[in-house]
């Protein structure tokens, strides 16, 4: 144990609560006159088009019956419309998303005090057939009627509130997924045929699953193509279809896209396969140093899995640490030369970075490989990736569920696991309001294992185009250069967002710091363009998360990565592209050689990849130190269902802004953006930069408390943390920080999407403290709230006074009949050079006898 351990919180006290309603401004609608002026040409092409799908399948040999989905856009809320979908035979509800920013008009605006100020709304998405379109028509004729029918009410609140409708199109289906861009570059490439991944809208009726699937694989023969394979996932609304057409039919659609087989109403995107892949180095790796001796090999169960590509087991690094299980034989195929992701990734889990010279973990490392090399001739680089004929999503549900259920006849093969690193991100799908597949999949698996996902966010490796001509670089001080390119970042924010999994809601998403353990380097041709190590690195994917929370959550050591100067004269403005030559700067990590025999080599990396893998490692060595407490603790606060959320909380905790706050206030501050100052800064840093060692121990000055129960919805827990008697009275520094974190089960058919919303007040008065960094509101809408407050005041207070801090749970996508688990952790500091032993005053009052009512523990 540490010589000064962390502590365990008092056990809460149960109460309930009654939440208090938000009053919600009504913004300005149309008169019901100007309603039909402007949505009547909009439901008279909507017939028209439905006329036509009707004439196009009258005697289509599949007999498929005309359906087509429709998308309503509307401004404001209209609470419980899903009811009023469902009252109308052969209607179906899809789904609704939030919409925010919506730029006012004539029509619609905020009052007329603030006509210019955006707007919000919703976007519904209606699956109907010709009864539901013939009964829409009809409730859009008789709109001006004050009584549209038994059960229809809320359709007059939508016409009122309407701004558009259309039906789902093709621009929808391909905008965005990179499917036409990767076709292309694959007939240049000369291939034969073509795998492609398509998403049907999820159908709860297995009848109508079967007719979707029927009638999609119908237009796929006409084409010529054929059906691979399919997932349904009822937990996570997915169905998904792999197929294959011909270099032919894709030449074809390219031409014309408006084909009947991209225009099938059952399908809500088209993407690429073959798409969460890594690029192979492209230099050759350094020679290697062996590892230290005696370096002890792990012992016990894992507790982290990989999920990677496969690494090189018998590397001098990883040799006796790994447990591969293989289960599809993909290592007989999988050269040695090509196993680069998956071997750097182990080994900054097993020993972090080789320059920093630290402990290797105890423990062994699972490892299941779920990427492949691709060594496809026309591939430049050569990539790792999920292979073209498998559908990621049924990949990794397989891979995880066989972690803690098993497979087949075989039992669960590591169902002590508790921590998964996932560092693949999917370039064709940044995150943009619709979460992605697997997204939902993590999110789910999450819940249903109590296991914590940690996600990379993702990397954009595309040019940086600083705001300057290009003959002014070679001018810039190094100070002037950064700022330059953080402004060239921030305005290109749209093509640097989230990589999917990193918008999962239950996952610890996970972004990079420009900053390693590696010695200084010669640059040469190579450029910096960050003199700070507390900035994010430069080719990090950019926040916000779902329904704009604070993602990546934390930041964690990277890399330094350089660039070089675009040269040529074909440019106006000056360029940074990236380096990514194996040298330092960087991160050391093991490699697979290009010489036989060789086992010892390694390459300098760097991005979000590693980032995540450090903190998985980060996590491995806090379930250590649960594990130390879990035996100290007298009864069942740390069991171990609450490790997950634990682990979450704990690394969350310890994260700051730092002077990164003020370098990028600086830069990015303008007249027009200063109310929302922090939710770009949130962008860039999430929860901020990750001080792992101030979670594994306390100090003199520095008390941290942990707590861990479970909460219904409508009831609360209230944690009271003893303050210290000599800080009373005191007028000088102080920090509390407050971290919550939860696991939420998931609602995929509702626009929150969480269904359960765990939060608490700060209690600032007790030590005049006020709010630090991150914005109160954006704190509460992911599944970790972290609050920094600080104040120098002298705050009074007796012995018998304590920091109460109340932790509520309320449904928030409907029903929520679960136990949420959640975690809690606080820590009360002061300066280090203060004569004051927090840590000793909050321990000794925490050992005091309290009699708990029975009530008040009822509900762990």
Same mark, same amino acid.
């Given at each position: 144990?540490?010589?000064?351990?962390? +502590?365990?919180?008092?056990?809460?006290?149960?109460?309930?609560?009654?939440?208090?309603?938000?009053?919600?401004?009504?913004?300005?609608?149309?008169?019901?006159?100007?309603?039909?002026?402007?949505?009547?040409?909009?439901?008279?092409?909507?017939?028209?088009? /439905?006329?036509?799908?009707?004439?196009?399948?009258?005697?289509?040999?599949?007999?498929?019956?005309?359906?087509?989905?429709?998308?309503?856009?509307?401004?404001?809320?209209?609470? !419980?419309?899903?009811?009023?979908?469902?009252?109308?035979?052969?209607?179906?509800?899809?789904?609704? #998303?939030?919409?925010?920013?919506?730029?006012?008009?004539?029509?619609?605006?905020?009052?007329?005090?603030?006509?210019?100020?955006?707007?919000?709304?919703?976007?519904?998405?209606?699956?109907?057939?010709?009864?539901?379109?013939?009964?829409?028509?009809?409730?859009?004729?008789?709109?001006?009627?004050?009584?549209?029918?038994?059960?229809?009410?809320?359709?007059?609140?939508?016409?009122?509130?309407?701004?558009?409708?259309?039906?789902?199109?093709?621009?929808?289906?391909?905008?965005?997924?990179?499917?036409?861009?990767?076709?292309?570059?694959?007939? &240049?490439?000369?291939?034969?045929?073509?795998?492609?991944?398509?998403?049907? #809208? /999820?159908?709860?009726?297995?009848?109508?699953?079967?007719?979707?699937?029927?009638?999609?694989?119908?237009?796929?023969?006409?084409?010529?193509?054929?059906?691979?394979? %399919?997932?349904?996932?009822?937990?996570?609304?997915?169905?998904?279809?792999?197929?294959?057409?011909?270099?032919?039919?894709?030449?074809?659609?390219?031409?014309?896209?408006?084909?009947?087989?991209?225009?099938?109403?059952?399908?809500?995107?088209?993407?690429?396969?073959?798409?969460?892949?890594? &690029?192979?180095?492209?230099?050759?790796?350094?020679?290697?140093?062996?590892?230290?001796?005696?370096?002890?090999?792990?012992?016990?169960?894992?507790?982290?899995?990989?999920?990677?590509?496969?690494?090189?087991?018998?590397?001098?690094?990883?040799?006796?640490?790994?447990?591969?299980?293989?289960?599809?034989? #993909?290592?007989?195929?999988?050269?040695?030369?090509?196993?680069?992701?998956?071997?750097?990734?182990?080994?900054?889990?097993?020993?972090?970075?080789?320059?920093?010279?630290?402990?290797?973990?105890?423990?062994?490392?699972?490892?299941?490989?779920?990427? &492949?090399?691709?060594?496809?001739?026309?591939?430049?680089?050569?990539? =790792?990736?999920?292979?073209?004929?498998?559908?990621?999503?049924?990949?990794?549900?397989?891979?995880?569920?066989?972690?803690?259920?098993?497979?087949?006849?075989?039992?669960?093969?590591?169902?002590?696991?508790?921590?998964?690193?996932? $560092?693949?991100?999917?370039?064709?799908?940044?995150?943009?309001?619709?979460?992605?597949?697997?997204?939902?999949? +993590?999110?789910?698996?999450?819940?249903?294992?109590?296991?914590?996902? @940690?996600?990379?966010?993702?990397?954009?490796?595309?040019?940086?185009?600083?705001? +300057?001509?290009?003959?002014?670089?070679?001018?810039? %001080?190094?100070?002037?250069?950064?700022?330059?390119?953080?402004?060239?970042?921030?305005?290109?924010?749209? *093509?640097?967002?989230?990589?999917?999994?990193? =918008?999962?809601?239950?996952?610890?998403?996970?972004?990079?710091?420009?900053?390693?353990?590696?010695? $200084?380097?010669?640059?040469?041709?190579?450029?910096?363009?960050?003199?700070?190590?507390?900035?994010?690195?430069?080719?990090?994917?950019?926040?916000?998360? /779902?329904?704009?929370?604070?993602?990546?959550?934390?930041?964690?050591?990277?890399?330094?990565?350089?660039?070089?100067?675009?040269?040529?004269?074909?440019?106006?403005?000056?360029?940074?592209?990236?380096?990514?030559?194996?040298?330092?700067?960087?991160?050391?990590?093991?490699?697979?050689?290009?010489?036989?025999? !060789?086992? $010892?080599?390694?390459?300098? +990396?760097?991005?979000?990849?590693?980032?995540?893998?450090?903190?998985?490692?980060?996590?491995?060595?806090?379930?250590?130190?649960?594990?130390?407490?879990?035996?100290?603790?007298?009864?069942?606060?740390?069991? !171990?269902?609450?490790?997950?959320?634990?682990?979450?909380?704990?690394?969350?905790?310890?994260?700051? #802004?730092?002077?990164?706050?003020?370098?990028?206030?600086?830069?990015?501050?303008?007249?027009?953006?200063? *109310?929302?100052?922090?939710?770009?800064?949130?962008?860039?840093?999430?929860?901020?930069?990750?001080?792992?060692?101030?979670?594994?121990?306390?100090?003199?000055?520095?008390?941290?408390?942990?707590?861990?129960?479970?909460?219904?919805?409508?009831?609360?827990?209230?944690?009271?943390?003893?303050?210290?008697?000599?800080?009373?009275?005191?007028?000088?520094?102080?920090?509390?920080?407050?971290?919550?974190?939860?696991?939420?089960?998931?609602?995929?058919?509702?626009?929150?999407?969480?269904?359960?919303?765990?939060?608490?007040?700060?209690?600032?008065?007790?030590?005049?403290?006020?709010?630090?960094?991150?914005?109160?509101?954006?704190?509460?809408?992911?599944?970790?709230?972290?609050?920094?407050?600080?104040?120098?005041?002298?705050?009074?207070?007796?012995?018998?006074?304590?920091?109460?801090? &109340?932790?509520?749970?309320?449904?928030?996508?409907?029903?929520?009949?679960?136990?949420?688990?959640?975690?809690?952790?606080?820590?009360?500091?002061?300066?280090?050079?203060?004569?004051?032993?927090?840590?000793?005053?909050?321990?000794?009052?925490?050992?005091?006898? @309290?009699?708990?009512?029975?009530?008040?523990?009822?509900?762990?």
């Amino acid at each position: 144990m540490a010589e000064k351990p962390l +502590l365990i919180l008092p056990n809460p006290k149960l109460s309930s609560f009654k939440r208090k309603g938000i009053p919600i401004g009504k913004p300005h609608f149309p008169t019901i006159e100007r309603q039909h002026e402007r949505l009547s040409p909009q439901f008279e092409r909507l017939e028209r088009a /439905f006329e036509a799908r009707c004439f196009e399948l009258k005697n289509d040999p599949a007999g498929a019956a005309p359906e087509q989905v429709l998308v309503l856009e509307t401004i404001g809320t209209i609470q !419980d419309f899903i009811v009023a979908v469902r009252n109308i035979p052969g209607m179906e509800w899809l789904g609704e #998303w939030d919409e925010e920013e919506i730029p006012p008009d004539e029509d619609f605006f905020q009052d007329e005090k603030h006509k210019d100020k955006p707007l919000g709304g919703r976007l519904f998405l209606i699956m109907t057939d010709q009864q539901a379109m013939t009964e829409l028509l009809s409730l859009w004729q008789r709109y001006p009627s004050a009584d549209l029918g038994h059960g229809r009410a809320k359709w007059r609140n939508l016409f009122q509130q309407l701004r558009n409708i259309r039906p789902w199109g093709v621009q929808d289906r391909l905008l965005e997924t990179g499917l036409l861009e990767d076709w292309r570059e694959r007939v &240049k490439a000369g291939e034969e045929s073509i795998r492609f991944e398509a998403e049907l #809208w /999820f159908r709860n009726n297995p009848d109508q699953q079967r007719a979707s699937l029927q009638f999609f694989e119908s237009l796929l023969r006409q084409e010529g193509g054929k059906l691979l394979g %399919q997932s349904v996932i009822p937990e996570i609304a997915y169905h998904g279809i792999l197929a294959e057409l011909s270099i032919q039919a894709i030449q074809v659609i390219l031409e014309h896209p408006d084909t009947r087989l991209v225009r099938c109403d059952h399908v809500m995107f088209f993407r690429p396969s073959g798409q969460s892949a890594v &690029k192979f180095p492209e230099d050759k790796p350094l020679a290697g140093p062996q590892p230290p001796e005696p370096l002890s090999l792990p012992q016990g169960l894992p507790i982290v899995a990989l999920l990677d590509g496969l690494p090189l087991e018998n590397h001098d690094w990883l040799s006796g640490r790994l447990i591969v299980d293989d289960p599809d034989g #993909w290592s007989a195929d999988y050269p040695a030369q090509t196993r680069h992701h998956g071997t750097a990734m182990a080994s900054l889990i097993l020993h972090g970075e080789l320059d920093a010279n630290e402990p290797p973990l105890e423990r062994p490392l699972y490892v299941r490989p779920i990427l &492949k090399p691709d060594l496809r001739d026309w591939r430049t680089p050569k990539i =790792e990736n999920i292979p073209e004929n498998i559908l990621p999503i049924d990949l990794a549900h397989r891979a995880v569920r066989r972690l803690f259920e098993g497979e087949g006849e075989e039992p669960p093969v590591a169902p002590e696991v508790r921590i998964i690193n996932f $560092s693949i991100g999917d370039p064709s799908r940044q995150f943009d309001r619709f979460l992605s597949p697997m997204a939902r999949l +993590l999110d789910w698996l999450a819940w249903r294992y109590q296991v914590l996902f @940690v996600v990379s966010a993702g990397n954009h490796q595309q040019e940086i185009v600083l705001n +300057l001509p290009r003959t002014a670089l070679a001018n810039l %001080q190094p100070e002037q250069l950064q700022a330059e390119t953080i402004k060239a970042i921030a305005d290109d924010v749209r *093509h640097r967002r989230l990589l999917a999994p990193a =918008e999962a809601v239950n996952v610890l998403t996970v972004g990079a710091l420009h900053a390693d353990s590696s010695t $200084s380097a010669h640059l040469g041709q190579r450029i910096d363009p960050f003199c700070s190590d507390s900035l994010p690195n430069p080719v990090n994917a950019l926040g916000l998360g /779902f329904r704009r929370s604070i993602k990546p959550e934390i930041l964690f050591k990277g890399g330094r990565q350089l660039y070089e100067e675009k040269f040529g004269n074909l440019h106006s403005n000056a360029t940074l592209c990236i380096n990514t030559a194996s040298l330092p700067p960087g991160q050391k990590v093991a490699a697979p050689s290009t010489l036989p025999g !060789d086992l $010892s080599a390694i390459r300098y +990396l760097r991005g979000t990849s590693n980032a995540t893998a450090l903190v998985t490692r980060t996590a491995g060595l806090l379930h250590e130190v649960i594990a130390n407490l879990r035996q100290e603790a007298s009864d069942d606060l740390l069991d !171990d269902h609450c490790t997950a959320v634990l682990l979450k909380a704990m690394l969350v905790h310890s994260s700051s #802004w730092g002077g990164a706050q003020l370098t990028l206030q600086q830069i990015l501050r303008t007249p027009s953006n200063s *109310h929302k100052l922090k939710e770009h800064i949130a962008r860039f840093l999430g929860y901020g930069r990750v001080e792992p060692d101030r979670v594994f121990a306390c100090t003199d000055q520095r008390a941290t408390l942990l707590g861990y129960s479970k909460l219904t919805e409508g009831n609360a827990h209230t944690y009271s943390v003893p303050l210290p008697q000599s800080l009373s009275g005191k007028k000088l520094w102080r920090r509390l920080a407050i971290t919550l974190a939860w696991i939420t089960p998931i609602n995929c058919s509702h626009r929150a999407y969480r269904r359960a919303a765990l939060w608490f007040e700060p209690p600032a008065d007790s030590l005049l403290v006020k709010r630090q960094e991150a914005d109160g509101k954006a704190v509460q809408r992911g599944t970790v709230q972290h609050e920094i407050l600080e104040g120098e005041k002298a705050a009074a207070y007796t012995d018998r006074d304590g920091l109460d801090i &109340k932790v509520k749970c309320r449904a928030d996508a409907g029903d929520l009949p679960d136990e949420i688990p959640y975690a809690i952790v606080v820590t009360l500091e002061v300066a280090e050079d203060v004569d004051i032993a927090i840590y000793e005053e909050i321990r000794q009052r925490i050992r005091l006898p @309290v009699i708990i009512a029975p009530e008040t523990i009822s509900n762990r």
